[in-house]
């Protein structure tokens, strides 16, 4: 419930913002504010912000959609070739991740289940509950080579940078054999993924991922959620098996 709230007072602070100055005193009350939840932000010794921790994330099943934390883009730009894809996937005549297949970067990042973020000045890492899986991005200046090809894979390759206090991670040569999303929304090996990552206070990280695939889609669009850090969690072992009771029963193949 917290952070839906915060959530919702930022999306409406912002908007008030752009409708109406506050007066000099609510001005200089909400700046002392600012600065008091800027000022409890755990930060590395080059004077970064510390997203290390576990945090708790929305489920978002259909990034298109808004729910409790978390704002989607509808109707989604497909192109003709993306929109006949979509309309095409069927979990019942084939789905991935009942065969155990890694989900790929965005649904992994989809899921209900924690992450755990590992980060060092030179280094900022994801660990994901769901599958077991992580994700590295260097952020020690280094980026995509340009003399050598890169193999595409479920997850992609990564590199990161700062813009201020926020960390940004773009991430290119995807394999096509996942999805976006548990609904299906397609991508192709032409897709690019930027994450940004905001701590805004002690216990929030304000998460936007930029999907651009001009493949399947017609423009980039996004979709932005809010995470929450949770001191009393660790992520656990996960487990993803052979007998899968959905095959069984019909739903799925």
């Known amino acids: 419930m917290q952070s839906g709230l915060l959530f919702q007072f930022a999306i409406a602070s912002l908007a008030l913002g752009i409708l109406a100055l506050p007066d000099a005193g609510a001005q200089s009350d909400s700046s002392t504010n600012r600065t008091a939840q800027t000022s409890a932000i755990p930060r590395l010794p080059n004077g970064k912000p ?66 755990q973020i590992v980060q060092t000045p030179t280094t900022f890492a994801v660990l994901y509950e769901a599958w077991n899986v992580f994700h590295v991005a260097p952020t020690d200046g280094r980026t995509f080579p340009k003399d050598k090809e890169v193999d595409p894979t479920w997850m992609g390759t990564s590199f990161g940078h700062w813009d201020g206090d926020t960390l940004v991670v773009e991430t290119r040569h995807f394999n096509e054999r996942t999805n976006l999303d548990t609904v299906g929304h397609p991508h192709s090996d032409q897709m690019k993924i930027d994450e940004s990552y905001q701590r ?54």
């Open 50 to 115: 510390d997203l290390s921790g576990v945090w708790e994330r929305p489920y978002v099943p259909d990034m298109s959609r808004n729910s409790k934390n978390q704002k989607g883009t509808a109707p989604l730009p497909f192109t003709d070739s993306g929109a006949q894809k979509f309309k095409e996937y069927d979990p019942a005549k084939f789905d991935y991740t009942g065969h155990c297949l890694p989900q790929g970067l965005t649904r992994s990042m989809n899921s209900p289940f924690p992450i």
């Open 200 to 253: 805004v206070d002690l216990k929030h990280i304000l998460y936007e991922v930029t999907i651009d695939d001009p493949k399947t889609y017609t423009k980039p669009w996004k979709n932005s959620r809010m995470f929450t850090l949770r001191a009393d969690w660790d992520i656990m072992e996960y487990s993803c098996e052979e007998n899968n009771k959905d095959f069984y029963d019909g739903h799925i193949k």
